[in-house]
């Protein structure tokens, strides 16, 4: 066993892990940060990391704002804690709620604060259940969620995400979630068969899918713009269209789930103008704060709103939140974001730097060991192959894409290995283009270290 420190020892004793393995943590423990500069963190012994997944795809402004952690300071020397419920509210919060409005990417009637993506998918799923019960639609329950999908931990959130692993040992997922194929050509396609030919079949699959179980029973459909922890996957151009022309024929809601891709992660504000799409309810996280608060939001449509007034007035009150719902000093800080945003022309940047990012990683596509190169802004995908040309990924049990990670962080940089080694990159918001020819000359590397310890292998 490797010499640790304490702080290691403490945390393999007492702390138990998120998506860990807890018996790796035990024997081994934990690789302990200490501080954050930039788009770099570091660890315990001084060694340093780019960190191109922004931690959990979310600390888009890096690891240093020296502004948020004023707003934070400020703001908790003047009201550090109050809730909005029983009709009241800190003044912080009302001027969040109204400048979100304004970012919306499509005409919205207000916002409902939380704490994590997670929450806000649960809470869509709630409210959804409650509009149909104040519609007199008591029969229309039923979610469609895609395949490979993510929506967080919570129960609900859990039932609707299209990620198995896991799942079954929590007694999830629930009923009344329906799955339909996720949009990923490479992976889904068959044999000879085209990109339009693939979306005809999955809008198809769909269409059939409200038939046999009936409109009147289907409340939502509810989907990432880009998948991002199924494997960064990019919809086929005309799909999502051709979906939402479906869900509006058969009174189907859709809720556009932007924890990922909201607040500039795509090179637009939203996910919702890159695709087009003209959700009912918008769940965004993440980078609402830049990851330096816990604070999410639901965005809700004018005629959701009016339901749900029209359910308080039966009931007496809107039966839902948490203690800390648009807590004070996340919401100074998800503030302070948003002027950094427009102040420093955030979208700007990812649209060039993003730009120089995928010609780079289409660039690493031609690799021998990469089966595809996929991304879009500063969000990106290879996966790994056995063999390119049948596109056909390597054995779970060989372990390559962990075996890359490895070697990718002893160069300093930090990626993640989705299960199907998909190797996901998702760099701070403020990366620069010198910094993004870091990541992907370390990256290169490790490919190359990687194919020869598979022919070592062989």
């Known amino acids: 066993m490797k010499n640790r420190s304490d702080v290691s020892e403490r945390d393999a004793a007492y702390h138990l892990h998120p998506y860990s393995n807890l018996r790796q943590i035990e024997t081994e423990g934990p690789l302990v940060m200490t ?9 315990e012994n001084g060694k340093a990391y780019i960190e191109a997944m922004s ?34 509210v800190p003044s912080v919060v009302a001027e969040l709620a109204a400048e979100l409005i304004a970012w919306a990417p499509v005409p919205m009637g207000r916002v409902l604060f939380a704490n994590s993506g997670s929450e806000s998918n649960d809470a869509a799923w709630k409210i959804v259940h409650y509009i149909n019960n104040v519609r007199g639609k008591p029969r229309k329950k039923k979610f469609i969620a895609r395949k490979r999908s993510y929506h967080g931990t919570t129960a609900v959130a859990s039932a609707l995400s299209g990620l198995e692993g896991g799942k079954a040992i929590f007694d999830l997922p629930i009923g009344g979630v329906l799955r339909v194929s996720a949009p990923h050509y490479y992976g889904g396609a068959r044999p ?35 998948t991002g922890g199924g494997g960064v996957i990019i919809p086929p151009e005309g ?26 992660r795509l090179g637009e504000p939203f996910g919702t103008q890159v695709f087009g799409l003209t959700p ?8 609402l704060s830049s990851a330096y ?4 939001a639901l965005y809700l449509s004018e005629e959701i709103c009016a339901s749900l007034a029209e359910g308080s007035d039966r009931m007496g009150y809107f039966g839902h939140g948490y203690t800390y719902s648009g807590h004070p000093v996340s919401a100074a800080v998800a503030l302070e974001v948003l002027r950094i945003y427009k102040e420093d022309a955030i979208m700007d940047h990812v649209r060039r730097v993003g730009a120089h990012f995928q010609a780079g990683l ?18 990106g995908a290879l996966e790994l192959a056995d063999d390119k040309a049948a596109r056909r990924p390597f054995e779970p049990g060989r372990g390559v894409g962990a075996y890359f990670l490895r070697r990718v962080m002893e ?34 590397a490790s490919l190359d270290d990687t194919i020869n310890w598979l022919q070592g292998q062989r």
């Open 293 to 296: 608060a816990p604070i999410s």
């Open 280 to 287: 009912d309810i918008i769940t965004v996280a993440k980078m």
């Open 362 to 379: 289409r660039r690493l596509g031609a690799h021998p060991l990469v089966g595809e190169a996929r991304g879009i802004g500063l969000v």
């Open 192 to 226: 000879g068969e085209s990109e339009g030919e693939f979306t005809d079949r999955l809008v198809n699959e769909l269409d059939e899918l409200i038939r046999q179980e009936g409109a009147d029973t289907i409340a939502a459909f509810i989907a990432e713009p880009v």
């Open 35 to 43: 501080r954050g500069d930039g788009i770099r963190v570091f660890d």
């Open 239 to 264: 799909y999502y269209p051709r979906i939402q022309e479906l869900l509006k024929a058969n009174d189907i809601l859709f809720i556009a789930d932007e924890v990922i891709s909201g607040f500039g």
């Open 55 to 88: 931690g959990l795809w979310c600390a888009g402004l890096g690891f240093s704002e020296r502004r948020l952690a004023d707003a934070a300071y400020r703001q908790m020397l003047e009201l550090p804690y109050y809730h909005s419920f029983n009709n009241r």
């Open 411 to 444: 160069r300093g940089v930090i990626l993640r290995n989705i299960p199907g080694d998909i190797i996901a990159f998702s760099p701070p918001l403020i990366t620069t283009e010198a910094e993004i020819d870091e990541i992907l000359a370390a990256t290169e």
